[in-house]
């Protein structure tokens, strides 16, 4: 058990709807990444959160914002959803300033997208 | 440009025969270098981390990797491979040392799926 913890496991949804994706970090972690994962798109790293800022953001689509609340959990959310935003998200956090950079992720959010 | 290569997207052995899966890296600095497993269903967990010193370094499950500069290397291995090992692999690079901006990103490989034979 890492000690991340994501709601919920799994998500069906239509197109053209909206979903939100929580994320907690493990006890102590300031920083909170957000990845998705897809059969034609690999391991893609979306944003990351430290301590309520936004620090970085990678192939997150417009469509897509995330924020990190003052008790440190984290959500993802996903509008005007499309079939190819079917994947696994995942949710990773670090101490990150501190720290040797080390990341522990989640056991993931598996976005069906009908 | 930086990236993480991982040429070989499936690898089958035999249970108790070794396992090598390469993984070879273009970083612009000293990297730090990850390997992860994801079992099915599963997030991923850190098998090993190499940030200096000894090139060959223990991981968790019997893994180790060797980190080569020469070569931009950073292979995995295990001398016996248990059913068990049955999952995809992924190799990462960060950045040699947390951002004064507290960015740490990663770049993650493509992933090597292996299957264990009985």
């Known amino acids: 058990d890492s000690g991340v913890t994501q709601t919920p496991k799994h998500l069906i949804t239509a197109t053209g709807q909206r979903v939100t994706l929580r994320c907690s970090p493990r006890s102590g972690d300031l920083s909170v990444y957000w990845y998705q994962q897809s059969l034609d798109q690999g391991l893609q790293f979306l944003i990351q959160y430290y301590n309520g800022e936004e620090r970085a953001k990678g192939n997150i689509l417009e469509r897509f914002s995330a924020q990190q609340f003052p008790d440190l959990h984290s959500e993802l959310n996903l509008s005007s959803l499309e079939l190819g935003d079917s994947a696994l998200y995942f949710c990773a956090s670090s101490v990150a300033l501190a720290g040797d950079g080390i990341q522990y992720f989640g056991a993931g959010t598996r976005l069906s997208v009908l | 440009a930086q990236s993480v290569t991982q040429p070989d997207i499936h690898i089958t052995v035999s249970e108790g025969a070794s396992l090598e899966l390469r993984c070879n890296y273009s970083y612009g600095a000293t990297p730090y270098l990850f390997w992860y497993v994801q079992s099915p269903g599963q997030g991923l967990q850190l098998l090993l981390k190499?940030?200096?010193?000894?090139?060959l370094v223990q991981g968790i499950k019997g893994f180790e990797a060797e980190f080569k500069r020469s070569q931009s290397s950073f292979n995995l291995r295990k001398p016996s491979v248990h059913w068990s090992d049955a999952a995809e692999y992924f190799c990462?690079?960060?950045?040699?040392?947390?951002?004064?901006?507290?960015?740490?990103?990663?770049?993650f490989g493509t992933g090597t799926r292996l299957k264990v034979l009985a």
């Open positions: 990462a690079v960060g950045p040699g040392r947390v951002t004064t901006s507290g960015t740490y990103k990663y770049i």
């Open positions: 190499y940030f200096s010193g000894d090139t």
